[in-house]
């Protein structure tokens, strides 16, 4: 059955930096994009980044421009968020998350989800 | 950023239907058939209901339905159960590029009286 878990989370001082990683199986990695969203305590879900499956193509949520970077290996069936210039409003549980269907570059459909890993920034 | 709106909260008897919007633009829930429903459980991930605006995974009730008008999509739950009581978020591809590329709602709490 598919998959998906993360690592990488944890508290973390403003400026500095820490990656997650998402480890994917039970699928065929390399045909799915993949994303990732977060949810700050007691609030909704924001869509973060997303990698098409062959990462040809990037797209960044607003929040993530310029700070985050999305990338994948897909000989290890692992996508990563690389998180930069960390501020306290990015304290939130980041999920990955796999699109609901393959082979396409944007899919908002996500129907397998990480168990979700806490970041917290602060000093 | 814009976020889809959707009522905070809305409430039912084991039994009933309820209904939740989630409005958006020409640019997003108006212009393209790419709404999702999403029902999380507290300290539990996301879970997809629907996808497409009103195609349910394999897997899930078919007491969950999803429906669009113009620029607004709506998610029925039909004979309420306890387990129903969740939050509920929709989301939405945008063709604005002073968005994000998808958007979320805020979120709806269901409680089941």
């Known amino acids: 059955q598919v998959q998906l878990v993360q690592s990488g989370g944890g508290v973390v001082q403003p400026g500095r930096s820490l990656t997650l990683s998402c480890a994917a199986s039970?699928?065929?990695?390399?045909?799915?994009?993949m994303h990732w969203v977060r949810q700050a305590p007691g609030k909704g879900l924001e869509w973060v980044a997303v990698?098409?499956?062959?990462?040809?193509?990037?797209f960044y949520g607003d929040s993530a421009k310029g700070r985050f970077t999305i990338s994948r290996d897909n000989s290890k069936n692992t996508v990563y968020l690389q998180m930069n210039s960390l501020r306290p409003e990015d304290t939130a549980v980041y999920y990955c998350?796999?699109?609901?269907?393959?082979?396409?570059?944007?899919?908002?459909?996500?129907?397998?989800w990480g168990q979700g890993a806490l970041v917290t920034v602060s000093s | 950023q814009s976020a889809l709106t959707q009522p905070a909260s809305v409430s039912g008897s084991p039994g009933q239907s309820i209904s939740i919007s989630c409005t958006g633009t020409?640019?997003?829930?108006?212009?393209?058939?790419?709404v999702s429903w999403y029902q999380q459980h507290p300290g539990n991930a996301p879970k997809l209901l629907i996808f497409?605006?009103?195609n349910r995974p394999s897997g899930i009730s078919s007491r969950f339905s999803g429906s669009k008008s113009g620029n607004t999509a709506s998610l029925t739950i039909s004979g309420l159960q306890a387990e129903d009581e969740a939050y509920y978020y929709c989301?939405?591809?945008?063709?604005?590029?002073?968005?994000?590329?998808?958007?979320f709602g805020g979120g709806t709490h269901l409680t089941v009286l």
């Open positions: 990698m098409s499956y062959d990462g040809m193509n990037t």
């Open positions: 020409s640019s997003d829930i108006g212009g393209y058939d790419y």
């Open positions: 497409d605006v009103s």
């Open positions: 039970g699928f065929t990695f390399s045909n799915y994009g």
């Open positions: 998350a796999k699109p609901a269907i393959s082979l396409k570059v944007i899919v908002v459909s996500l129907d397998h």
């Open positions: 989301n939405s591809y945008t063709s604005d590029r002073t968005n994000s590329l998808i958007l």
